[in-house]
């Protein structure tokens, strides 16, 4: 019988690796502790092992002793690895089946629950924004603010970097770089007093993004070479192919195109399925 008696060492290891200093961390211990299980396939994920992030999993979502709020907490990381390929109407079942395990109403659950909800509601708005539906994503994050309210800044910081990110993507999409610089601002800064090495790229990949809006394209093509750059130190694959894309779009830069093209067959290989 699986031991899922949780191992201090083990939650510390793969928390660093998923949300903390160590995203390239190698090997990742194994474990049967349901959340620990959850962390394993964030930090698969992170680095583009889309097939064995979906096997960890499959395996809390398929009627295993899980408890809903890591339940929910898996179905809307399998929402992200579809998100990251471009499937963003897909995603949004999952998200709503993550909502759906732990509920909308206020109060309860303790911090899990919340980080679980927050996680589903800020899914589904990004999924909106990748459909086109921008004031759908503003409305669910509103609704996703009303929990962020209610549980402990530290403990929901990666919640309230969410937040951020998909507030800056949404006025990405509306033309208002100014305030999308302003999110991905904050979200670097709460990242960067977390510890998060993985969330704090991310944040300066939409800093950089948002600086694109800026007459002078230098400052954004620096920063996103400079993200592809540390994207690569921690074999963060997904981010990598992110900045490439970036890079790319800003310069002439023929080494960040056969980086893109690079990122995709890796990924390919990895599991990852593109919606072009």
């Known amino acids: 019988m699986p031991d899922s008696t949780p191992r201090p060492e083990v939650t510390t290891s793969l928390n660093r690796a998923a949300f903390g200093a160590d995203?390239?961390?190698?090997?990742?211990?194994?474990s049967d502790v349901p959340v620990e299980r959850w962390m394993r396939a964030v930090a698969w994920g992170a680095r583009g092992h889309y097939s064995r992030s979906r096997a960890e999993l499959d395996a809390l979502t398929c009627g295993g002793d899980a408890e809903p709020a890591v339940v929910s907490l898996a179905w809307s990381t399998q929402a992200s690895l579809l998100r990251q390929l471009g499937w963003h109407r897909a995603a949004s079942g999952f998200d709503g089946r993550a909502l759906?395990?732990?509920?909308?109403?206020?109060?309860?659950?303790?911090?899990?629950?919340?980080?679980?909800r927050c996680d589903a509601l800020t899914g589904l708005a990004a999924d909106a924004l990748g459909c086109g539906r921008l004031a759908l994503g503003r409305r669910l994050l509103e609704r996703c603010a009303e929990h962020l309210d209610e549980g402990a800044a530290d403990r929901l910081w990666r919640q309230r970097v969410r937040t951020h990110w998909v507030s800056?993507?949404?006025?990405?999409?509306?033309?208002?770089?100014?305030?999308a610089r302003r999110h991905a601002e904050t979200a670097a800064e709460i990242s960067e007093a977390s510890g998060s090495v993985r969330h704090h790229i991310k944040s300066d990949l939409l800093r950089s993004a948002a600086m694109t809006g800026d007459p002078d394209s230098g400052p954004a093509a620096r920063l996103a070479a400079d993200v592809l750059d540390r994207c690569d130190r921690h074999g963060l694959i997904p981010l990598k192919w992110a900045?490439?894309?970036?890079?790319?779009?800003?310069?002439?830069?023929?080494?960040?195109?056969?980086?893109?093209?690079?990122?995709?067959?890796?990924?390919?290989?990895?599991?990852?399925?593109?919606?072009?």
Do not use: N, Y
């Open 23 to 30: 995203p390239g961390a190698s090997p990742l211990p194994a």
């Open 100 to 116: 759906a395990v732990v509920g909308t109403g206020p109060g309860g659950g303790g911090d899990l629950v919340r980080e679980a």
């Open 168 to 179: 800056a993507e949404l006025f990405l999409a509306g033309g208002d770089f100014v305030s």
């Open 243 to 276: 900045a490439a894309m970036l890079l790319g779009g800003v310069t002439s830069d023929s080494h960040a195109r056969a980086v893109r093209v690079e990122c995709e067959a890796v990924i390919r290989a990895r599991g990852g399925r593109f919606r072009f």
